[in-house]
């Protein structure tokens, strides 16, 4: 039970109902959706016809469901999830906009149910290939039903780890020279381009680590408490321009420090 008496179980199945049909309006949206392409931040940070569609699917189901509360999302204005105590709902319509632009698999719907700015239930839904990666607060994660457990990796340079670039040039520029030295401390480098699914792979195992500078609330509320609920050492943002840090227990003091040494984390 939720610290406001609100059944986390419940909000799950509120998250997974929502999600799956916001998934499937996004996958047979696509078609017409890659033709209506605006901007946000920088040419290269797109958002399409069908990322507004789905959040506003969201807020209408959700207003539904959950009639007054509050939802945060990436399109339009709404909640703020900061602390107060009720129930605040934070969306990520098409997390990995470009993926889901090119044709790219790795995109998702993220939902999550946040009290006081903590996640307590979350569904992270792949509209290309059906999957449900889902999480109570304390209830463990799971994907398509079944529990999931981060890797047991202890060393760094047997370890695959998976980040991601900042849409800005000058950002991304840094971010390559600080990975560069990374590059030599570990077995790989993988950058799928969707934080919510990268989240998830941290708790599935197939991937030891993760990290990004510049995530938004929406880009980590849902898999966050996924990898958390999985086992996985989580450090979040104070900040948008904040590192997230997501990794399995025994790399995690090497990458951290890893990540020090090389300057990353002063990106």
């Given at each position: 039970?939720?610290?406001?008496?609100?059944?986390?179980?419940?909000?799950?199945?509120?998250?997974?109902?929502?999600?799956?049909?916001?998934?499937?309006?996004?996958?047979?949206?696509?078609?017409?959706?890659?033709?209506?392409?605006?901007?946000?931040?920088?040419?290269?940070?797109?958002?399409?016809?069908?990322?507004?569609?789905?959040?506003?699917?969201?807020?209408?189901?959700?207003?539904?469901?959950?009639?007054?509360?509050?939802?945060?999302?990436?399109?339009?204005?709404?909640?703020?999830?900061?602390?107060?105590?009720?129930?605040?709902?934070?969306?990520?319509?098409?997390?990995?906009?470009?993926?889901?632009?090119?044709?790219?698999?790795?995109?998702?719907?993220?939902?999550?149910?946040?009290?006081?700015?903590?996640?307590?239930?979350?569904?992270?839904?792949?509209?290309?290939?059906?999957?449900?990666?889902?999480?109570?607060?304390?209830?463990?994660?799971?994907?398509?039903?079944?529990?999931?457990r981060v890797s047991s990796a202890t060393r760094l340079e047997l370890s695959l780890i998976s980040t991601g670039f900042a849409?800005?040039?000058?950002?991304?520029?840094?971010?390559?020279?600080?990975?560069?030295?990374?590059?030599?401390?570990?077995?790989?480098?993988?950058?799928?381009?969707?934080?919510?699914?990268?989240?998830?792979?941290?708790?599935?195992?197939?991937?030891?680590?993760?990290?990004?500078?510049?995530?938004?609330?929406?880009?980590?509320?849902?898999?966050?408490?996924?990898?958390a609920e999985a086992g996985a050492v989580v450090r979040l943002p104070e900040s948008e321009a904040g590192l997230t840090f997501?990794?399995?227990?025994?790399?995690?003091?090497?990458?951290?420090?890893?990540?020090?040494?090389?300057?990353?984390?002063?990106?």
């Amino acid at each position: 039970m939720g610290p406001v008496g609100v059944a986390e179980g419940d909000l799950l199945d509120i998250a997974i109902e929502v999600a799956v049909e916001a998934a499937e309006l996004a996958r047979t949206a696509r078609e017409a959706a890659i033709h209506d392409v605006d901007t946000k931040t920088s040419e290269t940070d797109v958002v399409t016809a069908a990322d507004v569609a789905v959040e506003r699917l969201v807020r209408e189901r959700l207003a539904e469901r959950r009639p007054g509360e509050p939802v945060l999302g990436e399109e339009e204005a709404g909640g703020s999830g900061a602390p107060g105590g009720g129930v605040c709902w934070v969306v990520d319509p098409i997390d990995g906009t470009v993926n889901y632009l090119y044709g790219l698999p790795w995109y998702a719907v993220s939902l999550a149910a946040q009290v006081d700015g903590e996640s307590v239930a979350a569904a992270v839904v792949e509209p290309a290939s059906g999957r449900r990666w889902t999480a109570t607060r304390g209830g463990g994660a799971f994907l398509d039903g079944r529990r999931l457990r981060v890797s047991s990796a202890t060393r760094l340079e047997l370890s695959l780890i998976s980040t991601g670039f900042a849409y800005r040039a000058e950002r991304r520029s840094r971010q390559a020279a600080a990975m560069a030295s990374l590059l030599g401390r570990v077995r790989d480098i993988r950058r799928p381009g969707a934080a919510s699914l990268d989240l998830c792979a941290v708790a599935a195992g197939w991937v030891d680590g993760y990290f990004e500078h510049g995530l938004h609330r929406w880009d980590w509320a849902g898999g966050a408490l996924i990898a958390a609920e999985a086992g996985a050492v989580v450090r979040l943002p104070e900040s948008e321009a904040g590192l997230t840090f997501v990794t399995t227990p025994g790399i995690a003091e090497e990458l951290w420090a890893a990540l020090g040494e090389t300057g990353y984390r002063d990106i």
